[in-house]
């Protein structure tokens, strides 16, 4: 609203196609620095008539982001884009998802062959545990691809820093490749490493992609 009265949204359409056995939905916000929240301005929602579409304000500037996540239906596989639209309508890029041949965990040794990622997250529950009480650990890495395949053992510091690696254990994992944007503080964010505050420069010409899957590995 200014001084004229309302002022009408164009309307720009969001798609996707999603791959087989995944459902999704998506969304985006508008951002204009001074502002203290990000409004909803619309919304994607496969087979809803109506919801694949936002509105975009003639001449008020910011930044239109649009947030897309999908799943398969067992939970083991998520996919997720954030995209500075630029106001223009958005056609989804979304990253193929993981296959089991591209993560091959051995013990505290994990190849990934996750075609053009940037980086791989993972987070592992059950390899290790602190020593003496016994108490599981959770194991955070972050490692940058090295071609082709990228292939990362973990150090073993147990008699520094009080851990013991298990065995004879199930060890459940999330694994995680990031396919652009990796250089984004947006991207140390989602890591936990930072919290960069919210503006219009750290927002325009996002463009964030994630592909994980869950599952588990047994260490002899």
Same mark, same amino acid.
């Given at each position: 609203?200014?001084?004229?009265?309302?002022?009408?949204?164009?309307?720009?359409?969001?798609?996707?196609?999603?791959?087989?056995?995944?459902?999704?939905?998506?969304?985006?916000?508008?951002?204009?620095?001074?502002?203290?929240?990000?409004?909803?301005?619309?919304?994607?929602?496969?087979?809803?008539?109506?919801?694949?579409?936002?509105?975009?304000?003639?001449?008020?500037?910011?930044?239109?982001?649009?947030?897309?996540?999908?799943?398969?239906?067992?939970?083991? +596989?998520?996919?997720?884009? !954030?995209?500075? /639209?630029?106001?223009?309508?958005?056609? #989804? @890029?979304?990253?193929?998802?993981? *296959?089991?041949?591209?993560?091959?965990?051995?013990?505290?040794?994990?190849?990934?062959?996750?075609?053009?990622?940037?980086?791989?997250?993972?987070?592992?529950?059950?390899?290790?545990?602190?020593?003496?009480?016994?108490?599981?650990?959770?194991?955070?890495?972050?490692?940058?691809?090295?071609?082709?395949?990228?292939?990362?053992?973990?150090? +073993?510091?147990?008699?520094? !820093?009080?851990? /013991?690696?298990?065995?004879?254990?199930? #060890? @459940?994992?999330?694994?995680?490749? *990031?396919?652009?944007?990796?250089?984004?503080?947006?991207?140390?964010?989602?890591?936990?490493?930072?919290?960069?505050?919210?503006?219009?420069?750290?927002?325009?010409?996002?463009?964030?992609?994630?592909?994980?899957?869950?599952?588990?590995?047994?260490?002899?």
């Amino acid at each position: 609203m200014d001084t004229q009265g309302w002022a009408a949204m164009s309307a720009k359409t969001i798609s996707a196609t999603l791959p087989g056995g995944f459902q999704g939905q998506g969304f985006v916000v508008f951002f204009k620095d001074g502002m203290k929240d990000a409004p909803f301005v619309g919304a994607y929602f496969p087979n809803q008539p109506g919801f694949d579409r936002y509105g975009v304000l003639s001449g008020a500037g910011g930044v239109y982001l649009g947030n897309f996540m999908a799943e398969d239906s067992g939970y083991n +596989n998520q996919l997720m884009v !954030l995209k500075d /639209t630029g106001g223009n309508d958005w056609t #989804v @890029s979304l990253p193929q998802p993981w *296959t089991s041949s591209q993560f091959s965990p051995s013990g505290a040794s994990f190849t990934f062959s996750y075609p053009n990622a940037q980086a791989f997250t993972l987070d592992l529950n059950g390899l290790a545990e602190e020593q003496g009480t016994g108490s599981p650990l959770r194991v955070s890495v972050l490692v940058y691809a090295a071609g082709s395949s990228t292939t990362y053992t973990l150090p +073993n510091l147990g008699s520094q !820093l009080g851990y /013991t690696f298990r065995t004879g254990t199930s #060890v @459940s994992y999330t694994v995680g490749a *990031t396919l652009r944007g990796v250089d984004s503080p947006i991207f140390s964010a989602f890591l936990g490493s930072s919290e960069p505050t919210l503006s219009e420069a750290l927002l325009r010409n996002l463009d964030l992609a994630f592909a994980l899957m869950r599952g588990n590995y047994n260490v002899p």
